[in-house]
């Protein structure tokens, strides 16, 4: 059954041209004038997309968020222009799933339509997830389950449905990356490319070119045209990492294909579009990037659209074990040897303040793995906070060493054994060996070299030697 398109837009031959493009790509399609038809149409003909101008005659598009009933089952793209962008952002918040620039391309219409998918499918995933958390410790990509990650999956699963621009701010290692894998896969362009990007780890005179691509012969060894990081990703997710780290000059260029989704690539006059969700990222308050003049402050605020703020992992001691068990049976599963954490260890990882959060616990598990000689990994090998720096408070439950083993009971030794102390010498054992069988036999010499396996003159030489010492030395004889 073809899926069906409803179009609100007060202009008259914007509505029909577009129609006969929707049409083109097997949609059925009503159009709209005003905010009264597109209520009846809603009424007539439940659309799955609905493709909405927020100038109409008798009000504003946004009224048609106010239908809960619209929200829950259509997906709402925007239809705007440059100098209603910032209504645009409104309307994500509130629930659009994406927005088209005017003028409409069919190549970035084809890119919507393709991603249409029932609001209610999305949130009965995000569901799902959810209704997991207790019992599977993660949501997607992330594990944990104390309450400033509960706050992280609570975004995630309002952000991901919608086109809107996420801006996660978070120390190095908390594991940004991952929320912006989680948003992608949980949104509809899991289909597409997931492209991370790290603006501080690429030279500053190549990272235009990465980012947007060049022509050939566009300058000195482009040898052939090379596809961007925003070619690349077409249809799907850019991430930009550190873009704190992205010379001034290029955040420009970001800024006017965040407003217009259209860019050049270097050398190129040919105007390319960018069908893509950014995601950016920095490892550093962005109010104080703007501050010292490392992000503009025009970018911030177009990026800073939905912001997400990832905890530190001391601030969620808690989920220290589950990620550490979580790690560790990642380890497992590569090397094929199972191990597992005492007690005591699990209560020193908790207790450890992680500067290098989420990363260098992982770091921590796997050089615990591998110095681990049996099969408990205890605190040996786990690190340990500073001097005057004070631990992190550990629950009782981890604080408290599990009781030792049992010893298994020893067998019953024979009455006639020999018992020596470890550390005992070679020389010591032996000259105590050959007395105590020496007394066994009641001195018969005979019977104690054939109970030793040696020679009767091996005996004799070796009891005259002891014999020498004890003279040498009288408390030998003890």
């Not at 909405?52 to 089952?73: C, E, N, T, V």
């Not at 009971?409 to 009455?415: D, I, S, T």
């Not at 010591?428 to 019977?447: F, G, M, P, V, Y």
Request: with cysteine.
């Amino acid at each position: 059954m073809a899926q069906h398109a409803l179009i609100v837009d007060d202009d008259v031959d914007a509505a029909d041209m577009l129609a006969a493009l929707v049409e083109g790509e097997r949609f059925t399609v009503a159009i709209a004038h005003s905010l009264a038809e597109a209520r009846k149409q809603v009424l007539l003909h439940p659309p799955d997309i609905v493709l909405l101008d927020l100038q109409l005659p008798d009000g504003s598009g946004m009224a048609l968020f106010d239908d809960a009933q619209l929200i829950a089952r259509s997906e709402i793209v925007l239809i705007t222009g440059h100098a209603s962008l910032e209504s645009s952002i409104q309307a994500l918040r509130l629930g659009a799933a994406d927005y088209l620039i005017k003028p409409i391309t069919l190549k970035h219409l084809r890119g919507v339509l393709s991603r249409v998918t029932s609001p209610q499918k999305l949130r009965a995933e995000v569901d799902d997830l959810t209704a997991g958390l207790a019992e599977s410790g993660h949501f997607g990509g992330l594990w944990g389950r104390s309450a400033p990650m509960r706050r992280v999956y609570q975004q995630i699963s309002r952000v991901a449905g919608t086109g809107v621009t996420v801006f996660i701010t978070g120390e190095s290692g908390t594991g940004k990356e991952v929320v912006a894998q989680t948003v992608h896969e949980l949104s509809r362009r899991r289909k597409r490319p997931f492209l991370a990007v790290n603006c501080g780890a690429i030279s500053p005179n190549l990272i235009e070119s990465e980012i947007f691509g060049h022509e050939k012969g566009s300058f000195t060894g482009a040898e052939r045209q090379h596809q961007g990081f925003f070619e690349r990703a077409h249809g799907g997710t850019l991430f930009l990492d550190e873009i704190t780290e992205m010379p001034l000059e290029l955040q420009v260029k970001l800024l006017r294909v965040l407003e217009t989704g259209t860019y050049l690539r270097v050398g190129s006059t040919v105007t390319q579009e960018a069908d893509v969700r950014i995601i950016a990222a920095s490892n550093r308050p962005p109010q104080q990037a703007v501050a010292s003049g490392k992000l503009r402050e025009d970018l911030f605020y177009r990026l800073n659209v939905f912001p997400i703020e990832l905890p530190p992992l001391m601030q969620r001691a808690e989920d220290v074990p589950l990620l550490a068990e979580h790690f560790l049976q990642q380890v497992i599963e590569r090397e094929g040897e199972a191990k597992r954490f005492t007690p005591a260890a699990l209560a020193k990882l908790q207790a450890y303040r992680w500067p290098g959060n989420v990363r260098e616990l992982r770091n921590v598990v796997q050089r615990a793995y591998v110095m681990a000689e049996g099969g408990a990994i205890d605190d040996d090998w786990l690190p340990t906070n500073p001097p005057g720096v004070e631990p992190l408070p550990v629950p009782a439950a981890l604080a408290a060493e599990e009781p030792p083993p049992l010893a298994p009971a020893e067998p019953a030794l024979p009455a006639d054994a020999l018992v020596l102390p470890i550390g005992t010498t070679l020389a010591e054992a032996e000259r105590r060996l050959i007395l105590a069988t020496l007394q066994r036999h009641h001195n018969h010499k005979e019977r104690t070299a054939a109970a030793l396996g040696v020679s009767l003159k091996t005996l004799y030489n070796r009891l005259k030697e002891y014999a020498a010492a004890d003279v040498d030395d009288p408390s030998a004889r003890a």
